[in-house]
């Protein structure tokens, strides 16, 4: 029934890899249930209100245990959804400044209904097959750079300077007992997976979460020094889930409180961010995972695209902020993932932590990190299907690639992508070579670049 449904056999895969890639990309990914309350949490209304960490992490379970569910019984695919970073700071610094917490969850809702209509018009799934195939191998490659640089930053391996944007560590060297238990995560992680021992990367994260718990037992190590989680063995198991904040939304407050225009931008970012974040997403992931065709093509991409939006409105109803396909299911893919049986194990686990949400405390970025760095680097391998020749194509794919990890968004590495791609074609006369839709999303993607501008413009 399994193999039916999930297409197992289809796909070359075993329920065995599924519960293991299932399993790799929840630990991957289950920082953001501590650190989405984080980031909300730390931001107030323009009433001066916050919302509850206990009530956030409540409901940042129970948005990415539904989302990832749903996009493993419709979609059939191995993505991990769960509230975006990045869309989260734009409800938390640009949305709730000016109106009150349920008007911003209003427009959260509004973006997802949004997505939602443009996935079930066909126009989403227009818009990702009209992008040329070299740039979405390029997309892929960019998100593997991106993947590896959180990573590396979360575990401190790699972290701003003082006179340069970046350096090895905090100090210029590598420092402290976080970053050397990723050190030696990573390093067990390469030499598991290149020996292609079954469970690598999730035998890897085990060993080096318990590692961690051992060095934060007997060393002495400064308050935050591992980052969001630290790891120790929880005081308890279980913690009563909160759901005071689902369905405390306002759907039109906001226009009203903050102004059309204000409310407008916001809006306009979170579709854009929400897009084409889940765009890249999804073509990078699936691409490593062996789920797109001779032309780029991804199959269920419409159901696929219909639950991200689904996606946004359930982050919305529960006030966790939009949620969206994580790129950190790379890591499940990595572990071997393919079809929507992994994400199952993903969602359950997540729907786990709202009664388990100490154990949600034990891995820390340390030991979770590595995976993002590993799989990064076989995502770096589509390079090869990039025409590097063909100057038309790789300038465009070389701004892809680029700007995802050095402006830390996917959305600007696609918007540089699309809009150099369709300059460069049209200043050589070949118009017959740009689908009509790229002339629009460039045109989109400009204004998405000029936002602030066109905000004093017309505010």
Known sequence: MLDRFFELSGRGTTVGREVRGGVT?????????????????????????????????????????????????????????????????????????FMTWAQAMGLVVLEGFVIILLAVTGLRTLIMNAIPLALKHAISVGIGLFIALIGLVD?????????????????????????AVFCFGLLLMIVLYVRRTPAAILISIAVTAALAVLVNSVA??????????????????????????????????????AGVVTATVVLFTLVLSGFFDAMGTII?????????????????????????????????????????VFVESAAGVGEGARTGLASVFTGALLALTLLFTPLAAVVPAAAAAPALVLVGALMMTQSRNVPWQDLELAVPAFLTIALMPFTY???????????????????????????????????????????????????
């Not at 575990?155 to 970053?179: D, I, R």
Request: hydrophobic share 50%.
């Open 25 to 97: 990309t929840f630990m991957a990914m289950a920082y953001i249930i501590l650190l989405n309350p984080i980031i909300l949490a730390g931001a107030q209304d323009v009433t001066g209100a916050k919302l509850t960490i206990a009530q956030l992490t409540t409901s940042t379970a129970l948005a990415a245990a539904i989302s990832t569910l749903l996009m493993a019984v419709v979609g059939n695919a191995p993505f991990g959804l769960a509230a975006g970073l990045g869309l989260n700071a734009v409800v938390a610094y640009q949305a709730a400044p």
């Open 284 to 324: 990078g992931v699936s691409d490593e995972a062996g789920m797109v065709d001779q032309v780029g093509r991804v199959p269920r991409l419409g159901r696929i695209l219909t639950v991200d939006g689904v996606a946004g409105v359930v982050g919305g109803v529960s006030s966790s902020s939009a949620n969206t």
């Open 220 to 257: 002495e190590i400064e308050p935050g020094a591992w980052g969001v989680v630290t790891p120790h063995l929880p005081e308890r198991l279980v913690a009563a889930p909160d759901f005071g904040l689902v369905g405390q939304f306002d759907l039109f407050g906001g226009f009203a409180r």
């Open 409 to 459: 968004s996917i959305t600007n590495g696609v918007g540089a992508g699309v809009i150099s791609y369709t300059l460069i074609k049209a200043a050589r006369g070949k118009f017959a070579e740009i689908p009509w839709l790229l002339w629009i999303v460039s045109l989109v993607f400009l204004a998405y670049f000029g936002i602030n501008g066109l905000e004093e413009l017309f505010g």
């Open 155 to 179: 575990a401190g391996f790699v972290a701003a300077g003082s006179g340069t944007p970046v350096q090895l560590g905090a100090t210029g060297h590598l420092t402290g007992w976080p970053v």
